[in-house]
C-alpha cells in the first residue's frame, strides 16, 4: 500500500490545463495527481490521439487530500502490446458492440435527453459555405448548424465528484456536469472499489455517493439534488432544469435509464492505477461514451471529463486539435 497525494497547486495546474485547452494550446502538461509514482515520465509514444503525456515531478506532499490505494506501484506504463491507437474514420459501431450501443441510447428516451444540450443552447441552419472550414459545425444535408450555448462562470479547479454508474443519484449530477458544460475530475467508486470509497468514507463520514468537492470554494457533499443545486447555484443561471427537478420522476427515469446497461460501471475489476488521470472528452447522454466510461469506472480509474454536450465550445478545441469531431479520446 502506498499514498497518493494530491499536492494543492495540482489543481491549479489543471486548472492551467484547462485555460490552455480553452485557448486552443496543444501541449498541456499539468502536474500528476498521484505521487510517488511521478518521476517517471511517459514517453512520446504513450500519447494516444492529440492528448500530450502530462507527467511532471513534484514535491509537495502537503496535499489537500490524500487516499492510500491497494495499487502496486507502477514503474512504468505503457500501452498494451501491439497496441496502436485507432486512425480516425467516419463513425460506425463495432458489430460486437451493436447492442451495447442500443441498451446504451434507452436512457436517451427515458431521460428525453437530458444533458445532450448545455445550457441556453441554440442553433441555427445556415448555407455550407457559410462556415469555414475550421470551425466545427455539424452538417445537415447541405446545411451547416450553428450551435452556441450560454454557460455561466467557469470554476478555475476541476470539481472532483466521487460516484459509479449504475447510480440513479450519480446519473443525476452527471446531467448537470453536461449541461452546465463543466469539467470534472471524477474518482469512480465502483462496488468493491480498493480506493475511492473508503476514501469518501473517511472525507464526508459515510460511503454514500454521489460526493462532490468543490476545491474552488472548500465546499464538499453528499445528496444528488443538494450538488445539482449548488452546481446550478454556482456556475449556472440559478435553475434546475426541469428534468432534474422533478423528484421520485427524475429518480425513476434516471433509474430506467440504466436498464439497457445491466449494472455495467459499478462493480470493481482489478487494476492497475495510472500515474495522472486520464483524459475523456464526452457527455452522459451519448450511448458511445457511455460504454466507455463503464469500463473506466469499472477499472477505478481517476478521469478528467471535458465535458462536450453539443453547444460546448469545446468541441471546437477537439476539432481543432484532431481535424475532426468525435466526442471521445483519452490519454
Ligand atoms: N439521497 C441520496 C441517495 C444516494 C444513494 O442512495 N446512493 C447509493 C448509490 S445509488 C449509495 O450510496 N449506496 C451505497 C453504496 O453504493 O455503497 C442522493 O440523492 O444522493
Known sequence: NYLFHFPPHQ?????????????????????????????????????????????????????????????????SFSPPP??????????????DKI??????SLALVFRLGTGALVSGYSA??????EVPSDQYALEIAGFKVKESSNIGPRPEKPIEI???????????????????DLDILYYPCPR???????????????????????????????????????????????NVPLMLSLGLFTTLTAGFAMIGRMGKGSSYK?????????????????????VVREVLVELELPHILLSCARGSPKRQILYERVGHFQVLSHT
Not at 498541456?28 to 510517488?36: C, K, L, T
Not at 447492442?99 to 446504451?104: F, H, R, T
Not at 441555427?124 to 459555405?129: A, E, G, I, L
Open 162 to 180: 466521487y460516484e459509479f454508474e449504475s447510480c440513479p443519484f450519480c446519473r443525476k449530477v452527471r446531467e448537470i456536469v453536461a449541461i452546465l
Open 192 to 238: 468493491n472499489g480498493p480506493n475511492f470509497r473508503p476514501k469518501v468514507g473517511q472525507m464526508g463520514g459515510k460511503q454514500q455517493f454521489p460526493y462532490m468537492v468543490d476545491p474552488n470554494t472548500g465546499v464538499s457533499m453528499y445528496e444528488s439534488d443538494e450538488i445539482i443545486k449548488y452546481l446550478v447555484g454556482k456556475y449556472g443561471d440559478g
Open 11 to 75: 489543481t491549479e495546474t489543471t486548472a492551467k490545463l484547462r485555460r490552455e485547452t480553452m485557448t486552443g494550446v496543444l501541449n498541456v502538461s499539468p502536474a500528476p495527481i498521484f505521487r510517488p509514482v511521478s518521476s517517471h515520465k511517459l514517453s512520446r509514444n504513450n500519447r494516444v490521439l492529440f492528448v500530450k503525456s502530462m507527467a511532471q515531478s513534484s514535491d509537495s506532499s502537503n496535499g489537500s487530500t490524500s487516499v492510500s490505494t491497494q495499487a502496486e506501484p507502477n514503474s
Open 99 to 104: 447492442l451495447d450501443i442500443l441498451g446504451a
Open 124 to 129: 441555427s441552419f445556415v448555407p455550407k459555405n
Open 270 to 290: 482489478p487494476s492497475k492505477m495510472p500515474p495522472k488521470p486520464l483524459e475523456l472528452w464526452a457527455y452522459e447522454p451519448s450511448p458511445f461514451c457511455k
Open 82 to 95: 501491439n497496441f496502436k491507437p485507432p486512425k480516425p474514420k467516419p463513425f460506425t459501431p463495432r458489430g
